[in-house]
């Protein structure tokens, strides 16, 4: 049986939150690790990390609406630099955790190891398998909801050797990452099929 | 062992579309139907839809740069309306074939049967499970690399009446709802858990 809603406004606050952040698909599950210019760390679970450019390499982060502290924005906003950490079940929990509201680094809060790496002012997850240097490109302000958007260049990608196929593409389910639905359902993935460059049937017919 | 890539430039094409695709993690599988003003309808597959805002009901689809025809990016712009249409695997080689030049409607290119519904224009795929109605809210031009960013607002949702969660959270896995990494590597999901809203583990100990 289909059901079908709308009138948004009218749906239980917890509900509606449920129910449209489920609604997109899986999401990304990534740890971004910054450095305010003081020196205190900060890590932070996102869901809404995604593709944006491969040449040059551009990765988008979607924040929200700015109107309690954001330590992630403010500390990219201030020193432009932050990490990606994909997140393994290993230490799925830990990462969760990262959402509660600390009043020390989340690093020390829940006793997940840090790593800095070649000089890179932001600290790194060190159990994370796949993980990236990142340097703040452009900042977007969404008019509609007050969300922000920044656009980060992939200066360094660190990648398990065994995970990279001859034609570059990184087997993430190998390396153990993991995806979210809605705002608290963790999956691991099994893959179905890689399947090849799409062509009309008519000129796959010629070859 | 661990192996890094940076200098990006210096690699070859295919390889370093492949590596930057599959680094940002999962991504959710989408089919978007429109219809331009003259009546030709179009679907589309997208791995770049994703949650913007809950209240009101936003969604974002990043697009890329506009140098060779994008019939969906023009009918959104044309008309206002698209649907977004969650992929399961009974037809997802069809969903995949969409990315194919087709000098037809790939409706009928790919024999996929289409649904309209309650008078909104864009047209659905009736196959899939999890679907909604969508309306232009916001155009944003990314300027790093001419992409652009689209924010559009759920008009209706329409789902499988048990798969919503008396939360709201809409089970999409149960729904069959696939995920996506890189540019062709599809997967299905199995939960691992559903973890509780985060808080401080003092505040924990207080309860």
């Not at 289909?2 to 009138?7: C, K, L, T, V």
């Not at 210019?37 to 996102?46: E, Y």
């Not at 994370?128 to 969300?147: P, V």
Request: aromatic share 10%; proline share 4%.
């Amino acid at each position: 049986m289909e059901r079908s809603f709308h009138d948004f406004n009218s749906l239980e606050k917890i509900f509606r939150t449920n129910l449209i952040n489920s609604f997109t698909g899986f999401k990304s599950l990534n740890l971004i690790g910054t450095e305010s210019i003081s020196g205190i760390s900060n890590l932070a679970l996102f869901s809404q990390v995604i593709h944006v450019g491969a040449n040059p390499p551009y990765v988008g982060v979607l924040f929200r609406p700015n109107s309690v502290p954001r330590h992630t924005l403010e500390n990219i906003i201030e020193t432009g630099f932050f990490t990606i950490n994909h997140v393994k079940e290993s230490f799925l929990v830990s990462a969760h955790q990262t959402s509660a509201r600390w009043d020390i680094s989340e690093f020390e809060a829940l006793d997940i190891e840090k790593e800095y790496k070649e000089g890179f002012y932001a600290p790194f997850v060190k159990e994370s398998n796949i993980k990236a240097a990142c340097e703040l490109n452009e900042r977007i302000d969404i008019k509609s909801n007050g969300t922000h958007f920044i656009v980060g260049e992939i200066k360094r990608l660190y990648i398990p050797e065994n995970t990279v196929s001859q034609d570059g593409y990184i087997d993430i389910e190998k390396a153990g990452s993991l995806t979210v639905s809605g705002l608290d359902n963790y999956h691991k993935t099994e893959s179905i099929v890689r399947l090849p460059y799409a062509k009309p049937r008519h000129q796959e017919a010629n070859l």
